[in-house]
């Protein structure tokens, strides 16, 4: 009796989804900061060799670094009093800050392993009443970056892409169909656009408890948000079809974890 090429098609396709679920889903780890398990598949130092190797053209790709040593000191003593005076002090990594000389991308991101960026669209953009910038206000920049770091979000992101696009490859093996195949792509990318709103909120409630720890007013986390809502023209995209979530969501969010860990913490 002759077997129809579909049977075969799909339990190849059965077997690179089983096979992917158990690498993605039994790679996990409990986080020595936050204690949450987290799926990811490399290691703390694979992190931060990544981060270093991706440094220098991450920074070229925003005008190299900014030339002006005094507010590169400046930044590295916010963040370094950020790690030191909070619980990132406990995790592995060794943070690195950098100002990068982009005076029009209002920006700041981290890399997996530490390396993290700062604009100085962005820097400047974080002004006391007197003109200023604002210590507090850098600090809930970095501390939110730095939680991106500590959380390792780019590490579970990269190990949910893999898993995606393992996927949508089984679904063009199952049923040979194209349409299909771009069909489970655009779900994928959905699901990981619901994670990375996940991830900013996350980071945006650990970075108000560094910041407090730290002795900085966490509430310049809020007028931070203002500032991201004006650069943006005082419009955003819609949320669900955004890897960020409105200034606004974020804005209540960020005074719910105020109140939380004020009370948690004592203060």
Known sequence: MRRK???????????????????????????????????????????????????????????????????????????????????????????????????????????????????TALLTRLREANGSISEDQVAGVLGHEIAHVIERHGAERMAEQEFFQTLTGAAGVATGNASSQQMAQMVANFVSMSYGRKDELESDDWGVKYMIQAGYDPSQMVK?????????????????????????????????SIQKWNSELGR
């Open 5 to 119: 090429r579909g049977g075969g098609s799909l339990i190849i396709a059965l077997a690179i989804v089983a096979f992917a679920a158990m690498r993605f889903f039994g790679s996990t780890s409990v986080n020595p900061v936050t204690g949450k398990t987290e799926r990811v598949s490399m290691s703390a130092e694979q992190e931060i060799a990544l981060g270093l190797q991706s440094r220098d053209q991450m920074a070229q790709q925003f005008g190299g670094l900014y030339p002006d040593r005094e507010t590169q000191l400046y930044i590295d003593q916010i963040g370094e009093r950020l790690v030191r005076m909070s619980d990132a002090a406990r995790s592995p990594y060794p943070f690195d800050f950098h100002v990068l000389n982009d005076p029009k991308t209002v920006n700041a991101f981290a890399l997996p392993g530490g390396q993290i960026f700062i604009t």
């Open 224 to 256: 931070v948000m203002q500032v991201l809502k004006e650069a943006s023209g005082g419009t955003s995209q819609p949320e669900f079809s955004s890897t960020h979530p409105s200034p606004e969501n974020r804005i209540e969010q960020i005074n719910f």
